[in-house]
């Protein structure tokens, strides 16, 4: 892409702004519609542009307005690309860095979060890779779920997903079993904790340490690290975190279980925490394949 300004000649490349092992984000211009958009592209070698065509067919099969929408995909030479919204605001992620949500608005924003998946789910998709980094908290109240580069499709794909981040996969994932619309529960729970505890429910000191627990501890719960939170969210938190996938609550429930919080309001406009040691930061580990990084048993 060196030296590149214009893609099939139509999409106006201005700069960089994301970049991952999935390729590279490109804010630019369509010039026939005028429209500002989000362009990611991948050089096609190793099934870069097969993957690539893979993201755009399942995002583009959800219609939702906390999904991110699809607009072309396509090939202009040696390199792939997919084109998309472009998203303003931050990601969630760099909002946690910063620390902890207040509890009302890390309620409504996963509640938004757990709708866009109920819509995921619904037509038949599963993300698979769920986390801060993958939520943006677009203009004005929106939240835009992105990065479908992980996702499958629950009518024709049968392989297991075995890439993600530590600190937000489900257990089933961890030992190579497929990831189901359950999985991406798992991790939406792992995220609500992270909102409000400024911690995700595992923390240890490798991603490899991190990922054991997934699979072999049992969660805290969310009253153990936020003192005085409702009884109703402390228990959906323990719902979304079971180690089993068919005991979880569906996206769909946790929707309705966070809008009810929300109408009720009984949320303070802050909770108590307990003191923790920093959360270790993840390295690019977190995203090998999982097999290679535990010894764990594969799923049969």
Known sequence: MVGVSRLADRYQLHRVVGRGGMGTVWAARDVRSGREVAVKTVTDRGGE?????????????????????????????????????????????????????????????????????????????????????????????????????????????????????????????????????????????????????????????SPTDVLHRQVRAAAPRLRELVPGVPAALDDLVASMLEKDPAARCTSAQAHAALSA????????????????????RLDAEATRPILEVLDLPAAA
């Open 49 to 205: 542009a097969g993957r690539l065509r893979r993201e755009a067919r399942l995002a583009a099969s959800v219609t939702h307005p906390g999904v991110v929408a699809v607009h072309d995909a396509g090939h202009d030479g040696a390199t792939g690309y997919l084109v998309m919204d472009l998203l303003t605001g931050p990601d969630l992620g760099a909002v946690l860095d910063q620390g902890p949500m207040a509890p009302v608005e890390a309620v409504r924003v996963t509640a938004r979060l757990a709708d866009a998946l109920a819509a995921v789910h619904g037509a038949g998709v599963v993300h698979g890779d769920v986390k801060p980094a993958n939520v943006v908290l677009d203009a004005g109240d929106g939240v835009v779920l992105i990065d479908f580069g992980a996702a499958l499709s629950t009518d024709d794909d049968a392989g297991p997903v075995t890439f993600g981040t530590a600190t937000y996969m489900a257990p089933e994932q961890v030992t190579s079993a497929p990831a189901t619309a359950a999985s991406d529960v798992y991790a939406l729970g792992c995220l609500l904790t992270t909102a409000l505890a400024g911690r995700p429910p595992f923390v240890a000191g």
């Open 261 to 280: 919080l929300r109408e009720d309001d009984p949320l303070p406009a802050s909770l108590g925490r307990r003191e923790e040691a920093p959360v270790t």
